[in-house]
């Protein structure tokens, strides 16, 4: 069963940074997408920043220019730098990976980021 799991979230000033890491248990080598998702309270999820195939990489609006998103097959880790970060950044982060072998997406459980004076 391959498994994801999320670190780094935390509560942050306005204008800070964090970065988070998504582990996964099985090689993210030969893998079709993988990105990072958030969600508010009361909000749909929403796509937050994506890596295609080997290094096209798409972002949110909200998020271009702040938020930086990469991987390091040696680890089997995709990160999610985030900076200048904003009350309106508060959420949920999940990230999402599907391999070019599998059917389906496989999502972590979830950190929480609260962006707070």
């Known amino acids: 069963q391959v498994q994801l799991v999320e670190s780094g979230g935390g509560l942050v000033q306005p204008g800070g940074s964090l970065r988070l890491s998504c582990a996964a248990s099985?090689?993210?080598?030969?893998?079709?997408?993988m990105g990072w998702y958030r969600q508010a309270p009361g909000k749909q999820r929403e796509l937050v920043a994506l890596?295609?195939?080997?290094?096209?990489?798409n972002y949110a609006d909200s998020v271009k220019g702040r938020f930086t998103i990469s991987r390091d097959n040696a680890k089997n880790t995709l990160y999610l730098q985030m900076n200048s970060l904003k009350p309106e950044d508060t959420a949920v982060y999940y990230c999402?990976?599907?391999?070019?072998?599998?059917?389906?997406?496989?999502w972590g459980q979830g950190t929480q980021v609260t962006v707070s004076s």
């Open positions: 999402a990976i599907k391999w070019v072998a599998s059917a389906r997406t496989y």
């Open positions: 099985e090689s993210i080598f030969s893998i079709y997408y």
């Open positions: 890596i295609i195939s080997a290094s096209t990489t």
